[in-house]
T-cell receptor, first 113, second 112 residues
Framework: EAGVAQSPRYKIIEKRQSVAFWCNPISGHATLYWYQQILGQGPKLLIQFQNNGVVDDSQLPKDRFSAERLKGVDSTLKIQPAKLEDSAVYLC???????????FGPGTRLTVL | QKEVEQNSGPLSVPEGAIASLNCTYSDRGSQSFFWYRQYSGKSPELIMSIYSNGDKEDGRFTAQLNKASQYVSLLIRDSQPSDSATYLCAVNGGNQGGKLIFGQGTELSVKP
């Protein structure tokens, strides 16, 4: 069974630029999560989707971050404009349903200069 | 008070010893508890889940849960250098509506 796929694996941008990350969850998983993990900290949930609907986006900085999961399968997370403090690893995870075991993708390491 | 708090590391143990990792949580309604292992530069990998009070054993790993004390721990027996990683405690359920809340992680170093 294929795991969670993410791309790109690494991205370096300058502040005020925009960036987008892509995630394809495990086949059949209805719930998809985007986490931000700053160095030395645990992952923090940014947004949770159930199929193509948003369940929780309470910690998503909506003035600069956006995410979509239009067809209920893959998802895109966008940052525009990026700030220095957005430098982090962005992890995508999926689970069969909300509350079930979450499986993580390899992550995208973002560096904002 | 942090929602999920882990004992500060790094924790260093000799090869073959028992490593004990601790975690406390603030939401008394939490239902599910997980331990993830994260190697440097890699993504978190689930190693244990526990849902009811008591012990749960899986190979060299034992998770312990005490809901009354809001405490969950992970014991690693016969620690190996390959166990050297950051261990993340995660809590789900309760007032968080199913959201997974992670602790800051404890770095474990197993010395040969």
């Amino acid at each position: 069974e294929a795991g969670v796929a993410q791309s790109p694996r690494y991205k370096i941008i300058e502040k005020r630029q925009s960036v987008a990350f892509w995630c394809n969850p495990i086949s059949g998983h209805a719930t998809l999560y985007w986490y931000q993990q700053i160095l030395g900290q645990g992952p923090k949930l940014l947004i949770q989707f159930q199929n193509n609907g948003v369940v929780d986006d309470s910690q998503l900085p909506k003035d600069r971050f956006s995410a979509e999961r239009l067809k209920g399968v893959d998802s895109t997370l966008k940052i525009q404009p990026a700030k220095l403090e957005d430098s982090a690893v962005y992890l995508c995870a999926s689970s069969g349903w909300s509350g079930d075991t979450q499986y993580f993708g390899p992550g995208t390491r973002l560096t904002v200069l | 008070q942090k929602e999920v708090e882990q004992n500060s590391g790094p924790l260093s143990v000799p090869e073959g010893a028992i490593a004990s990792l601790n975690c406390t949580y603030s939401d008394r309604g939490s239902q599910s508890f997980f331990w993830y292992r994260q190697y440097s530069g890699k993504s978190p990998e689930l190693i244990m889940s526990i849902y009811s009070n008591g012990d749960k054993e899986d190979g060299r790993f034992t998770a312990q849960l005490n809901k009354a004390s809001q405490y969950v721990s992970l014991l690693i027996r016969d620690s190996q250098p390959s166990d050297s990683a950051t261990y993340l405690c995660a809590v789900n359920g309760g007032n968080q509506g199913g959201k997974l809340i992670f602790g800051q992680g404890t770095e474990l170093s197993v010395k040969p």
